[in-house]
Nanobody
């Protein structure tokens, strides 16, 4: 099991930026594909972005393409989500997640992930 701790959430105006960080501990970080999910009130948890073990491959939900960037630093056991041009509809609790074994370079379904962080709130005001 890997422990995940997110940070960097907060309140921002529409058009603003935030960078989320997620620090992993407990296992070898490079053995995990990583993902960021979000869940808004009354909605299901949805994938935002995912990144492969090495960081070479990434995936983005259509709703965030061109605005969000996922990256990882395996030397620092950290995965990041840089968010720009934020919109009110980006408001949600954002979760970091880790997948030990994936069929492909990264995982996009919640059920493929083994460990989750506690979440960090992102609120975008209009």
């Amino acid at each position: 099991q890997v422990q995940l701790v997110e940070s960097g959430g907060g309140l921002v105006q529409a058009g603003g930026s935030l960078r989320l960080s997620c620090v992993a501990s407990g296992r070898t970080f490079s053995n995990y594909a990583m993902g960021w999910f979000r869940q808004a009130p009354g909605k299901e948890r949805e994938i935002v972005a995912a990144i492969s073990y090495s960081g070479r491959n990434s995936y983005y939900a259509d709703s965030v393409k061109g605005r969000f960037t996922i990256s990882r630093d395996n030397a620092k056991n950290t995965v990041y989500l840089q968010m720009i041009s934020l919109k009110p509809e980006d408001t949600a609790v954002y979760y970091c997640s880790a997948a030990r074994n994936t069929r492909y370079a990264y995982a996009t379904l919640p059920g493929e992930y083994d460990d989750w962080g506690q979440g960090t709130q992102v609120t975008v005001s209009s």
